[in-house]
T-cell receptor, first 112, second 116 residues
Framework: GQQVMQIPQYQHVQEGEDFTTYCNSSTTLSNIQWYKQRPGGHPVFLIQLVKSGEVKKQKRLTFQFGEAKKNSSLHITATQTTDVGTYFCIIYSGAGSYQLTFGKGTKLSVIP | DTGVSQDPRHKITKRGQNVTFRCDPISEHNRLYWYRQTLGQGPEFLTYFQNEAQLEKSRLLSDRFSAERPKGSFSTLEIQRTEQGDSAMYLC??????????????FGAGTRLSVL
């Protein structure tokens, strides 16, 4: 099935700094989803990207889907302590499969 | 609470014992997923149901694992002859299959299994 590489694995930022996490695939994706998991919590849906070059914003969060639909990014402007958690991208594993593959996640720590 | 509920929240068992977990999805959701998550890792897909049909199983799912969703509502995940390597958080998620739907998965809080 399809694999997705997510980087970085960890990111420590000072409160107020920006943060970006990236997901990369070797194959073209039909869509990509982003989820956030707070420490001790469960994954919560953030957004789905479908169109080539799509950009979506949610307050301080900006999500992008690459033109070739092989990569995606999540950018947080001016991080806050409430942004702490692990951010995952999820893709469908391949044609005819219902399997969803999570990236390994980027764990964000925000230093107040 | 109308979200996904999982029971029990924690399970401690001895190696070799059988355990069963239950997941109650959001009532109108016809898709149900089971995942396993170990510390510091992303959730790994185990199996998927559409209504009562189990449509896909991961190669990670050994013969000791079995899942059911008999009436297309709640689901159970059974692990037979547990091993220490089965210790993990088992997450259930549900979503709604419909035309144009985004397949947003709603996760339960999980069942944390510790095998001694």
């Amino acid at each position: 099935g399809q694999q997705v590489m997510q980087i970085p694995q960890y990111q420590h930022v000072q409160e107020g700094e920006d943060f970006t996490t990236y997901c990369n695939s070797s194959t073209t994706l039909s869509n990509i989803q982003w989820y956030k998991q707070r420490p001790g919590g469960h994954p919560v849906f953030l957004i789905q990207l479908v169109k080539s070059g799509e950009v979506k914003k949610q307050k301080r969060l900006t999500f992008q889907f690459g033109e070739a639909k092989k990569n995606s990014s999540l950018h947080i402007t001016a991080t806050q302590t409430t942004d702490v958690g692990t951010y995952f991208c999820i893709i469908y594993s391949g044609a005819g499969s219902y399997q969803l593959t999570f990236g390994k996640g980027t764990k964000l720590s925000v230093i107040p | 609470d109308t979200g996904v509920s999982q029971d029990p929240r924690h399970k401690i068992t001895k190696r070799g014992q059988n355990v069963t977990f239950r997941c109650d999805p959001i009532s109108e959701h016809n898709r149900l997923y089971w995942y396993r998550q170990t510390l510091g890792q992303g959730p790994e897909f185990l199996t998927y149901f559409q209504n009562e049909a189990q449509l896909e199983k991961s190669r990670l799912l050994s013969d000791r694992f079995s899942a059911e969703r008999p009436k297309g509502s709640f689901s159970t995940l059974e692990i037979q002859r547990t091993e220490q390597g089965d210790s993990a958080m088992y997450l259930c998620a549900s979503s709604l299959l419909s035309w144009g739907a985004k397949n947003i998965q709603y996760f339960g809080a999980g069942t944390r299994l510790s095998v001694l």
